[in-house]
């Protein structure tokens, strides 16, 4: 859901932008920031374990959009001090119930 979230969020852009995208996901972050995506495009979409990259259309689809905006992956800690995120997660929490309810 991590990866989806900004894949919905960045879908909503529909001309070339500069972004922060901010994600309490390292996962995400990481992807970007430490340049797993590069390695694991070297290393036909295996991992360091020669496992294959779990979700690959999601990352190949946050690949182009990457390439196509001008994004700064920003990591927050989650579940703390930063609001944004703690609305996020309140909005996430009360869909779900909302999901579940039906």
Known sequence: ME???AIKALECLKDRCYVDLYSDSA???NGFKNNWIDNWQRNNWKTSAKKPVENKDLWMR???MNNF???N???VKGHSD?????RCDKIAREQIKKLNAV
């Open 3 to 5: 990866l989806l979230a």
């Open 27 to 29: 996962y995400l972050i």
């Open 62 to 64: 946050l690949i182009s």
């Open 69 to 71: 905006h001008n994004i």
């Open 73 to 75: 992956w920003i990591k």
């Open 82 to 86: 930063n609001d944004y995120n703690n």
